[in-house]
């Protein structure tokens, strides 16, 4: 069973970067997708970004050319660098994976853009 650590939230202004990272308790190498999600106060968990093992990227059209995910397989991370930030990218941030049926999320890391 794998489990999933976020970190690198934060407070952040208007306009900056934070980058987050996910690392996972055993080795994502076989794993097809991670993805990170989102979920801001009063709304549903969306989805924000997802990578293959080939390393295949799809972005949400909200974050798409500011936002940027990674992985590395051999540290067993995935990153999601985040650019150009604005007030509606506040919420709290999840990584996200499917290990055939069984669906894996970490704890949750909060991001905050305010001035």
């Known amino acids: 069973q794998v489990q999933l650590m976020e970190s690198g939230g934060g407070l952040v202004q208007p306009g900056g970067s934070l980058r987050l990272s996910c690392a996972a308790s055993e080795s994502i190498s076989s794993i097809y997708s991670m993805a990170w999600y989102r979920q801001a106060p009063g709304k549903q968990r969306e989805f924000v970004a997802s990578?293959?093992?080939?390393?295949?990227?799809n972005y949400a059209a909200s974050v798409k050319g500011r936002f940027t995910i990674s992985r590395d397989n051999t540290k067993n991370t995935v990153c999601l660098q985040m650019d150009s930030m604005t007030p509606e990218d506040t919420a709290v941030y999840y990584c996200?994976?499917?290990?055939?049926?069984?669906?894996?999320w970490g704890q949750g890391t909060q991001v905050t853009v305010s001035s």
């Open positions: 990578i293959t093992s080939g390393g295949a990227t």
């Open positions: 996200y994976t499917r290990i055939m049926i069984q669906v894996y």
